[in-house]
């Protein structure tokens, strides 16, 4: 089991940039693959990025591909994402979650580890 808290979240005019951060506990961070997922108000959450536990293999939605950076640091338990160029539709609540035995990197139901999350409010 890992804890996780994300913090980076906040109020940004669209064009602009964030970078979420999720500070995992635990002495086996590293063996967890990590994801990024989000929820806007009535809306199903939705997977955003993940990043396998080597940091070699990441994958992200179509809808933030090209504009966001998945890493993580495993010296420092930690994983990031780098969001550009935001858009008024990235507005969510982010959620970290973590996995140990991860095999469909989309799929929410594959993470045993979540964390609070985190708000994104982007304004036009």
């Known amino acids: 089991q890992v804890h996780l808290v994300e913090s980076g979240g906040g109020l940004v005019q669209a064009g602009g940039s964030l970078r979420l951060s999720c500070a995992a506990s635990g002495r086996t961070f590293s063996t967890y693959a990590m994801a990024w997922f989000r929820q806007a108000p009535g809306k199903e959450r939705e997977f955003v990025a993940a990043?396998?536990?080597?940091?070699?293999?990441?994958y992200y939605a179509d809808s933030v591909k090209g504009r966001s950076t998945i890493s993580r640091d495993n010296d420092k338990n930690t994983m990031y994402l780098q969001m550009n160029s935001l858009k008024p539709e990235d507005t969510a609540n982010y959620y970290c979650a973590a996995g140990q035995f991860v095999s469909g990197v989309y799929n929410q139901y594959e993470y045993g580890n979540w964390g609070q999350g985190t708000q994104v409010t982007v304004s036009s």
């Open positions: 990043i396998r536990w080597s940091g070699g293999n990441v």
